[in-house]
């Protein structure tokens, strides 16, 4: 069986623990090699299943296994050089790098090496399901879009596009307020550069990576769930299925229960009409809190019983070009984008799509290099970008 990993995210507090956990469960049972992993600073896997946990790697029941990283000691131990590479980006206003000592910041950064550990993890092979326990949200945002930031910036000061980056130092500048960094730390950023890249590969990759969205029926939540959701995909992670948490029976025979009740239906139903495309489990609110095994495996039984529970198909036409009348057109899926939002520049090499403060950095093929953006639109939950390509490329060549 080919490896998996399982992403949970959500606002915090919503279940995004308890649920990972009771999937690591349902995967252990079935026999297969199982991992869970804590991203999440504040971890809490030894809580929930009440034995002890910590950076290593520990067996709680057969084939059930559970970690809870440390990004600190992952960047001092195993990944120094990676984190010396990233440490020579410094002043930079873009990139939000502040140097403190021999130490630096990008907010969230550290969070960079939890993925790395994670790859590794996976590329061991050693582990059929790897299921990761996440940040709230905004950090997993933040996490996730880390690995593609790095790659373009490292991609354009390797060794491999020393020739390109002089020519771009002026552009990279600009964009980023950086300073090049010395030829040393130059040949380091090769190597960290296959590194992050094979890390977008793995997680982009909607065979290996599904991302799952853990929320509850209530109006903040619901908000969020659809922004992180756009946001994902717009970074193109498979997001493949939603999960409400603490759900109220319809009849509770309480008045102010049933109250209740009947609000968290109004925001189900929204998730729900959201959510069209994507299988929308729901999770009982229980009369205690999550904790010990015994707890886990109910979870799992009352919620978690779908034989294909780990086999969920995903859209495959996230991302694709067509090619139109005088050049191609560049559709990316992003639900939930409004067009007065999306922000789109087309660079020479690259196409920047920009949500708020999230941007997508899409390499272009090599046919659009010089090609013009005609124009970009939100169409059913998808932009549509437009490029003409030059119309005396033939000739030039
Ligand atoms: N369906 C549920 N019924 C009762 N308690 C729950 C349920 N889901 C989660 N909890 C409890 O709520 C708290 C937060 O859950 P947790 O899974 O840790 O959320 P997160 O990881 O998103 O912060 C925990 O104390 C947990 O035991
Ligand atoms: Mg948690």
Redesign the pocket.
């Known amino acids: 069986m080919e490896s998996r990993i399982f992403i949970f995210t959500?606002?915090?507090?919503?279940?995004?623990?308890?649920?990972a956990a009771a999937h690591a469960v349902r995967s252990a049972r079935e026999g297969a090699d199982t991992l869970l992993v804590s991203a999440?600073m504040a971890h809490?896997l030894g809580d929930?299943f009440q034995v002890e946990a910590d950076g290593k790697v520990r067996e709680i029941a057969p084939r059930l296994s559970i970690l809870e990283l440390d990004p600190y000691d992952l960047m001092r131990e195993e990944y120094p050089q990676i984190n010396r590479t990233i440490g020579n980006l410094s002043g930079s206003a873009g990139l939000g790098i502040d140097r403190i000592g021999d130490s630096f910041m990008i907010p969230g950064l550290e969070n960079l090496f939890s993925l790395l550990k994670i790859r590794d993890l996976y590329l061991s092979g050693e582990y059929a399901r790897i299921f990761v326990?996440c940040a709230?949200t905004g950090e997993t945002l933040s996490l996730l879009k880390l690995p593609e930031l790095l790659s373009w910036y490292v991609e354009k000061f390797s060794p491999v596009g020393r020739f390109m980056t002089r020519a771009l130092t002026p552009v990279a500048k600009l964009r980023y307020h950086m300073e090049l960094p010395d030829n040393a730390a130059m040949d380091e950023f090769g190597q960290t550069y296959r590194k992050l890249l094979k890390l977008q590969e793995i997680l982009k990759d909607p065979d290996i990576t599904r991302v799952r969205l853990?929320c509850t029926p209530e109006r903040m939540v619901v908000e969020e769930t659809r922004r992180s959701y756009m946001y994902l995909n717009l970074y193109h992670y498979a997001v493949d299925s939603v999960f409400i948490?603490?759900v109220l029976p319809a009849e509770t025979g309480n008045d102010f229960m049933d109250r209740w009740s009947r609000i968290q239906q109004q925001y189900i139903a929204e998730l729900e009409s959201v959510f069209t495309d994507l299988p929308v489990t729901k999770?009982?609110?229980?009369a205690?809190?999550?904790?010990g095994m015994e707890?886990v495996e109910r979870?799992c039984d009352d919620a978690l019983a779908d034989p294909d529970l780990f086999d969920r198909p995903v859209r495959g036409d996230n991302e694709f070009y067509t090619p139109i009348e005088g050049g191609y057109s560049l559709t990316v899926r992003i639900p939930g984008a409004e067009q007065e939002q999306v922000q789109v520049t087309l660079h020479e090499l690259d196409l920047d799509i920009r949500i708020r403060n999230y941007v997508r950095s899409i390499p272009l093929p090599g046919v659009l290099r010089g090609a013009e953006m005609t124009d970009h639109q939100i169409r059913d939950g998808a932009l549509v970008v437009s490029f003409r390509l030059r119309e005396n490329r033939e000739t030039e060549k």
């Open positions: 959500g606002k915090g507090g919503v279940g995004k623990t308890s649920t999440d809490n929930i326990d709230p853990v948490n603490r999770i009982p609110w229980f205690e809190e999550v904790q707890a979870l």
